[in-house]
């Protein structure tokens, strides 16, 4: 694979672009794995009372429903936001996950598992107290996408 980097002073924005015979699973990891790092990089709107706050996607452990609203937490601060669960689904970057019917987190910040057979594993996020419920139904699909993490990364087992 040849990787080439053009400069063009007359783009305003930076603009990437894949050529390939066809698309195969690489090919995919590699448009995912570069939406991933354009998005994390992204502002995400935020509020807290009347003030709007503009906080790097990054920054976010997790967002959660409480009292049918949805917050999004970093490590020392909680705001809301004005989007659905539901939505935030489909915009946030592979990630964030769902891990239970009420939160999703943000794997790159995993600082620790804790896990319950008969009832929701705990996560834990290094830096801070917060801590969210992993769903028995989740617990599966939450390893697998670390374990993938750690293989693309090669992470020690």
Do not use: W
Not at 20 to 35: D, G, M
């Amino acid at each position: 694979m040849k990787v080439k980097i053009e400069f063009d002073a007359s783009l305003i924005e930076n603009e990437i672009l894949i050529r390939c015979p066809t698309v195969n699973e690489e090919i995919q990891r590699l448009q995912a794995a570069i939406s991933d790092i354009a998005l994390g990089s992204k502002k995400f709107v935020c509020y807290q009372n009347d003030t709007e706050y503009y906080i790097p996607l990054d920054d976010i452990l997790f967002f959660e429903t409480e009292s049918g609203r949805i917050r999004a937490h970093t490590r020392k601060q909680v705001y809301l936001t004005k989007l659905k669960l539901y939505e935030l689904e489909e915009i946030l970057p592979g990630s964030f996950m769902r891990v239970s019917k009420s939160t999703i987190l943000n794997i790159n910040h995993i600082y620790s598992i804790t896990k319950n057979l008969t009832a929701s594993s705990i996560v834990e996020f290094a830096g801070t107290h917060k801590q969210v419920y992993v769903s028995r139904y989740y617990y599966k699909p939450l390893k697998f996408k670390l374990e993938e993490k750690r293989n693309e990364h090669g992470y020690e087992k």
